[in-house]
């Protein structure tokens, strides 16, 4: 069975940082695509960050700069570390391991950035 577990969420004051990690069960780990997605409310799902096989990463515009993915293959775990929150990045994460035509999400984790 595989599972995808996200934790590291929470509320945070605006300029603030927060690691999130995603830890994969039931999957050989280095073979997947993994990425960090997330859905703000009333808002479609965006795509933030993707590490690939071979450890190289990706992220979307807006995010930049701001936030860093890894991945940890002898702990099965895939992180997303975010400074410089902004209100705007309030929004559940979550993440997502692909490989081939399979593809695997994870409940998500809630992040909200306040005062």
């Known amino acids: 069975q595989v599972q995808l577990v996200e934790a590291g969420g929470g509320l945070v004051q605006p300029g603030g940082s927060l690691r999130l990690s995603c830890v994969a069960s039931?999957?050989?780990?280095?073979?997947?695509?993994m990425s960090w997605y997330r859905q703000a409310s009333g808002k479609e799902r965006e795509s933030v960050a993707t590490?690939?096989?071979?450890?190289?990463?990706y992220y979307a515009e807006s995010m930049k700069g701001r936030f860093t993915i890894s991945s940890d293959d002898a702990k099965n775990t895939v992180y997303l570390i975010m400074n410089n929150l902004k209100p705007d990045d309030t929004a559940v994460y979550y993440c997502?391991?692909?490989?081939?035509?399979?593809?695997?999400w994870g409940q998500g984790t809630q992040v909200t950035v306040s005062s």
């Open positions: 997502s391991a692909k490989y081939d035509r399979s593809e695997y």
């Open positions: 039931g999957i050989t780990f280095s073979w997947y695509v």
């Open positions: 590490i690939d096989t071979g450890g190289s990463t």
